[in-house]
C-alpha cells in the first residue's frame, strides 16, 4: 500500500483571551497569506501568472529537496505522498511576539516541528519586511529550556549544551537554509477573522542568532506533532485548514483552525506519524470510472512510462495538441485550463476506509504561460537519490478543507469553497 505523508498548516482567531495549555480551547481561526499575494508582504505586482507559477514550481522543487533528508528515516518498502503548504514560503502567518509584542511574519512548515524566529541583530534576518524582535528589550522573554531535557534532546532539533551555561542550544536544517540559535519563552499573540486577539502566556520557542535560506521572513512555524511544536505544548485535539485558489492575488479566504473538538468533515481515513509527521495509506487510483491497473508500488511512478500520467494523456487523446516542454518529464498542452479540459474526468485517490480525494482540471494542471498548461505533478525522486514517497502539494490541495483528529487518529478531506469558514 501507498503511505500518504500529509502535512499540514496553522491557524488561528478586539478582545483579548490568554491561554496556557489545557487540552480544550475556544476554536481559533486566522487567515493564511499565500506567499505572491496582495496581502503578503512579498507581493511583487510585476509579476505576471507565469512568473507566479514559475516561482511557485521553484518552491515545490526545493521542498523536495527538502524530502530527501527524511527518505532515510523510512522503512525501505513505503511508497508515500506528501502533502503540504511548507517552509519554502507557500503560506505565511501573521503573529505577535514579547512584551511589548512585536509583529512578525512567519512561513507555516508543518514538515517541521520549531517555531523559531531572528532574535536581535541576528545574520539572516536584516531582509525581514517586519519589525526585528530584541529578547533582550521584551519583559516576558525567559531562558528557561535547559540541555539534557527531554525537548532539547528532541532528534529534529539536534540540542546540546551551551559551552557557558546550559541553556538549550538547537540546530535545525531545511533543503534552502538553516537556523540555530538557543530555546527559550515567550508571550505569543495571533488575531483572529473577528479580530479577537489570542494570547498563549508561554511558548517555548527558537531564539535565531544565525539563519540563511529565510532571509526574507521573520521565521519558520513548524506544525509537526513533537513535545516542541505549537500544537503539541497547547494540547490542541486537531487542526484542519481550507486552501483556496491560490492563482488569484487577490483570494484572501485561506484559512487554518485550531481549538475546540475538530470538525471532520467528508470521509476519513486513519493517519499515523513518523517523526513527528503525518502519513496516510493510498490505495488505488481512478480516473473518471476507470481504476489505474497498477501495482501500489508503482504509484509514484509519474514519469511518461506508465502510472497516472499515461491514463490521463490517453484520455486527453489527440483532442488537444501536446505542447513540448524544456523541463524533461513534464506533460503539457496548448490551450487554456478552464475552457479546454471541461470535459476531463475526474482523478481520484482512493484511501483506506473508501476515504476519496477527488480532483478537477484545476487541481491537476497549471497554466504556465498564456497559450499552454502543464500537469502539475512533477518527478519526486531522481537517479541518483531515490525517494520513497510522492508529493500532493499545494496546488491539488486547492478548494480542499482538510482536518486532523489526535483523539481518533483520522484525517478527512472535502472540496468546500473556503469562503464558508467566513459567514
Partial sequence: MVELFLVALLLFQNCIITLGSASHHERLVIKIIHYDSVNSPFYD?????????????????????????????????????????????????????????????????????????????????????????????????????????????????????????????????????????????????????????????????????????????SGILGFGQTAVSLISQQNYAGFSYCIGDITAVDYDSNALILGGKPIMEGASTPMFMVIGKYFITLEKISVGDKFLDIDPSMFKRIDHQGGMLEEIRSVIGTTLEEFISERPEELCYYGVVTEDLEGLPTVAYHFVENAKMEFTAENLFKQDKADHFCLSIQISENKKIPMPFSVLGVWAQQFFYIGFDFNTMRMSFTRIDCDRLFD
Avoid at 109 to 123: N, Q
Fill in 45 to 217: 505586482p510585476k509579476l505576471t501568472l507565469e512568473d507566479r507559477v514559475k516561482r511557485m514550481n521553484q518552491r515545490s522543487e526545493a521542498r523536495i529537496s527538502d524530502l530527501m533528508n527524511v527518505s532515510n528515516n523510512l522503512k525501505e518498502d513505503a511508497v508515500d505522498v506528501r502533502i503540504y503548504p511548507a517552509y519554502t514560503s507557500q503560506f505565511l502567518v501573521p503573529l505577535k511576539i514579547g512584551t511589548p509584542p512585536v509583529p512578525q511574519i512567519l512561513t507555516m512548515d508543518t514538515g517541521s516541528v520549531l517555531l523559531w524566529v531572528h532574535c536581535g541583530y541576528t545574520i539572516g534576518g536584516e531582509a525581514s519586511p517586519a519589525p526585528l524582535y530584541h529578547n533582550a528589550h521584551s519583559s516576558s522573554y525567559e531562558e528557561d529550556v535547559y540541555c539534557e531535557t527531554s525537548i532539547c534532546d528532541l532528534m529534529t532539533l539536534r540540542g546540546s549544551c551551551g559551552r557557558i551555561s546550559r541553556r538549550c542550544e538547537y540546530f535545525v536544517k531545511y533543503a534552502t537554509g538553516k537556523s540555530k540559535g538557543h530555546l527559550a519563552s515567550e508571550v505569543v499573540s495571533f488575531k483572529s477573522i473577528n479580530e479577537t486577539e489570542v494570547t498563549i502566556k508561554r511558548l517555548i520557542f527558537g531564539c535565531s542568532i544565525y539563519s540563511d535560506g529565510a532571509n526574507r521572513v
